[in-house]
């Protein structure tokens, strides 16, 4: 199984960790495909079809589209409607600010909304009453829907200004870390998705038919990433991860894979936001991070798998990257699973 093609088992806790997820823990992993020993193992991980299958099982059996996270249940249609009113607006900014409204008049225990500045906007989350299960994992779940459901709207990639969390890293569940460039801060006085104006700009592309279509498979299908293979930064970073010995590829040498010229390739990363140089190195950062944490790989072959022709100078880019070595880093990973009660 490819890096792309898994979730990390920390999610799987994080479902359960609600009062109806211990209280059918059992049922639902059964219904997933999913073995009860799996949940314990620091390094495991499930399919996406099996993680799938278990959000399903979950939306079936509480008829919560929070999944029983907030204190009172969304009624199953709340997030159909949402769609239906940002799919009457003209621009995606009208369309996010109309969504926060909507949840506004549903719910008590959460709100989001929309202020503009200089720049461009900022998404902002508010939660107002306690949550039952992981807040790290419910704001992540809440960022990753309106990214993904903001980027089908416009029918292009969206890459925010900066994601701002209001938790430590410690606790965060790596939602975005190898799928978006953009800086992600975390210890912040509230949690924030920062759009830049010529995002917000856009005008909503989709209509009736295309949504109906959408909205078959339900809220939990934008909890799985479906970025755009339109993006030349997605295809770039798939590639990446599928073939990792390409990593020592030169920008003209991908650009020929892509059947395109060296300076179109330049150009649509460009009108991304992305840096050809800054993306590859974000995926050594990234993948690096995942063999080291879920794998028993050894440094060696991690360094190897990120191109490196010596361990050596993996271990000077990894501590340039993350101010600790590759073996402390790992050794901090597993300590912190072990003792956080949200993975």
Same mark, same amino acid.
């Not at 059918?24 to 009860?36: N, P, R, V």
């Not at 509480?62 to 799919?87: N, Q, V, W, Y």
């Not at 949690?191 to 856009?202: G, H, V, Y």
């Given at each position: 199984?490819?890096?792309?093609?898994?979730?990390?088992?920390?999610?799987?806790?994080?479902?359960?960790?609600?009062?109806? *997820?211990?209280?059918?823990?059992?049922?639902?992993?059964?219904?997933?495909?999913?073995?009860?020993?799996?949940?314990?193992?620091?390094?495991?991980?499930?399919?996406?079809?099996? #993680?799938?299958? @278990?959000?399903?099982?979950?939306?079936? !059996?509480?008829?919560? $589209?929070?999944?029983?996270?907030?204190?009172?249940?969304? !009624?199953?249609?709340?997030?159909? +409607?949402?769609?239906?009113? +940002? &799919?009457?607006?003209?621009?995606?900014?009208?369309?996010?600010?109309?969504?926060?409204?909507?949840?506004?008049?549903?719910?008590?225990?959460?709100?989001?909304? &929309?202020?503009?500045?200089?720049?461009?906007?900022?998404? $902002?989350?508010?939660?107002?009453?306690?949550?039952?299960?992981?807040?790290? /994992?419910?704001?992540?779940?809440?960022?990753?829907?309106? @990214?993904?459901?903001?980027?089908? +709207?416009?029918?292009?990639?969206?890459?925010? @200004?900066?994601?701002?969390?209001?938790?430590?890293?410690? $606790?965060?569940?790596?939602? /975005?870390?190898?799928?978006?460039?953009?800086?992600?801060?975390?210890?912040?006085?509230?949690?924030?998705?920062?759009?830049?104006?010529?995002?917000?700009?856009?005008?909503?592309?989709? %209509? *009736?038919?295309?949504?109906?279509?959408?909205?078959? !498979?339900?809220?939990?299908?934008?909890?799985?990433?479906?970025?755009? $293979?339109?993006?030349?930064?997605?295809?770039?970073?798939?590639?990446?991860?599928?073939?990792?010995?390409?990593?020592?590829?030169?920008?003209?040498? @991908?650009?020929?894979?892509?059947?395109?010229?060296?300076?179109?390739?330049?150009?649509?990363?460009?009108?991304? *936001?992305?840096?050809? %140089?800054?993306?590859?190195? %974000?995926?050594?950062?990234?993948?690096?991070?995942? #063999? &080291?944490?879920?794998?028993? !790989?050894?440094?060696?072959?991690?360094?190897?798998?990120?191109?490196?022709?010596?361990?050596?100078?993996?271990?000077?880019?990894?501590?340039?990257?993350?101010? +600790?070595?590759?073996?402390? #880093?790992?050794?901090?990973?597993?300590?912190? #699973?072990?003792?956080?009660? %949200?993975?």
């Amino acid at each position: 199984m490819s890096q792309n093609e898994w979730v990390a088992i920390r999610y799987v806790r994080a479902l359960l960790s609600t009062e109806l *997820g211990r209280e059918h823990a059992i049922s639902f992993l059964k219904e997933a495909g999913i073995e009860e020993h799996a949940i314990n193992d620091p390094f495991g991980h499930v399919s996406i079809d099996e #993680y799938v299958r @278990l959000l399903n099982s979950i939306w079936v !059996k509480s008829r919560d $589209e929070s999944f029983g996270f907030t204190p009172s249940s969304l !009624k199953p249609g709340s997030f159909a +409607m949402m769609c239906h009113i +940002m &799919l009457g607006c003209e621009r995606l900014s009208q369309a996010l600010s109309r969504a926060g409204k909507f949840y506004q008049l549903l719910s008590d225990d959460f709100s989001f909304r &929309l202020q503009e500045h200089s720049e461009g906007a900022r998404f $902002e989350l508010e939660i107002k009453a306690p949550l039952k299960g992981a807040e790290s /994992f419910f704001t992540e779940a809440v960022f990753a829907v309106f @990214l993904r459901l903001s980027a089908w +709207m416009i029918d292009r990639t969206i890459q925010p @200004l900066n994601i701002s969390l209001c938790y430590p890293q410690s $606790e965060s569940f790596y939602s /975005f870390e190898g799928k978006l460039t953009c800086p992600i801060l975390y210890q912040k006085g509230r949690s924030s998705l920062d759009f830049p104006r010529k995002i917000l700009n856009e005008p909503v592309r989709r %209509n *009736g038919v295309e949504l109906q279509s959408l909205l078959i !498979k339900g809220p939990q299908q934008f909890l799985v990433d479906f970025r755009s $293979e339109a993006s030349f930064s997605t295809r770039l970073k798939a590639h990446w991860n599928q073939h990792g010995e390409s990593l020592t590829d030169s920008l003209e040498d @991908l650009a020929a894979s892509f059947g395109i010229s060296p300076s179109s390739l330049r150009r649509k990363l460009r009108d991304e *936001g992305c840096n050809f %140089n800054e993306l590859r190195e %974000n995926v050594r950062y990234q993948s690096s991070r995942y #063999y &080291l944490l879920y794998t028993h !790989k050894s440094l060696e072959s991690i360094a190897a798998l990120m191109g490196y022709s010596e361990p050596s100078t993996f271990h000077r880019a990894f501590k340039k990257w993350t101010g +600790m070595t590759p073996r402390d #880093y790992r050794l901090k990973g597993q300590e912190a #699973y072990r003792s956080s009660p %949200n993975v």
